[in-house]
């Protein structure tokens, strides 16, 4: 594999929709290493914390150097619009997709994919995480 090359695995939720929302990200660097995240972010609906989640392993992907990377998501309408399948038609939807595309630019190379959610339970336990450590308080 290559040195500079990084693989990220995210989910986003919420409960209710939209509700109480969170993102998870798993990114694994050349030498194996996973670096997580887990965000509570508000209110929001599942896409946007879908979106949310993608953004964050991406910038966290460029801040260790990535040059390509590989995205494997959950959701099959967020893969299908970065792979410009579908279009994207909600407007906040919109915004957030502009933002993964020039984040996305910043690499030689990327790819998004669809999983199943059974090979994406380690972002998605991030996202349970947080949501029950922001709704405890």
């Known amino acids: 594999m290559n040195k500079d090359h990084i693989t990220t695995y995210t989910d986003g939720g919420a409960r209710g929709n939209p509700g109480p929302a969170a993102l998870g990200a798993v990114v694994i660097d050349a030498d194996g ?9 508000g209110s929001a609906t599942n896409n946007v914390a879908e979106y949310q989640a993608l953004i964050a392993a991406l910038e966290r992907a460029h801040h260790l150097g990535a040059r390509h990377v ?21 407007p906040t939807l919109g915004q957030l997709f502009l933002k993964v595309w020039n984040i996305a630019s910043r690499f030689s190379s990327i790819s998004f994919h669809h999983i199943r959610r059974e090979k994406n339970k380690e972002a998605d336990t991030l996202v349970n995480e947080a949501l029950d450590e922001a709704l405890r308080r």
């Not at 309408?77 to 579908?86: A, F, G, P, S, T």
């Open 33 to 41: 290493k996973k670096h997580k995240i887990k965000k509570y972010i």
């Open 70 to 90: 590989t995205c494997y998501l959950d959701s099959e309408l967020i893969v299908k619009q970065m792979n410009r399948e579908y279009r994207v038609k909600d």
